[in-house]
């Protein structure tokens, strides 16, 4: 069995999300993805979730392609969860190239291109954008 693990926060579940799992589960027959607790994303990447990490967490346990949900605490933990679950390949979006690179010793290691044109980013930033528009028109 060739088993995957990609980690990420998300948050605003949206298609690029869904290509992302799908195309990384594609690599193997068993899929981990390692969430971002609430806490990891304040204190270590200074975001905010929209979504609480247990509603996130049943969103991917939802999906036909995720076979494990577990909860990402720290940045250095990454080795742990390659021994730990027996991982073959380490997949994360091109953004991230390079990064992770350090994971070869351990697993093989991809990049896999984003989706066009759609973040949680730049999601949070629409949303924003367009609730002080309608409530200037409102007011």
């Known amino acids: ?21 799908n195309r990384a589960r594609s690599l193997g ?14 204190e270590y990447k200074n975001k905010q979730t929209i979504i609480s990490y247990n ?11 995720v076979d494990l949900v577990v909860p990402e605490t720290c940045w250095e933990q990454k080795i742990d969860d390659v021994k730990k679950y027996d991982i073959d390949t380490f997949v994360m979006g091109s953004d991230w190239k390079g990064h992770f690179d350090f994971l070869g010793n351990y697993c093989n290691v991809k990049y896999l291109e984003r989706t066009a ?11 924003s ?11």
């Open 117 to 127: 044109n759609i973040s949680s980013s730049e999601l949070k930033m629409h949303i």
């Open 55 to 65: 509603d996130r967490k049943s969103i991917l346990e939802s999906l036909r392609v």
């Open 29 to 42: 027959d068993y899929l981990v993805v390692v969430l971002s607790t609430d806490e990891f994303n304040k």
């Open 129 to 139: 954008t367009n609730s002080a528009v309608c409530y200037e028109r409102a007011s």
């Open 1 to 21: 069995m060739k088993k995957i693990i990609t980690y990420g926060t998300f948050d605003l579940f949206h298609v690029g999300h869904l290509n992302l799992l």
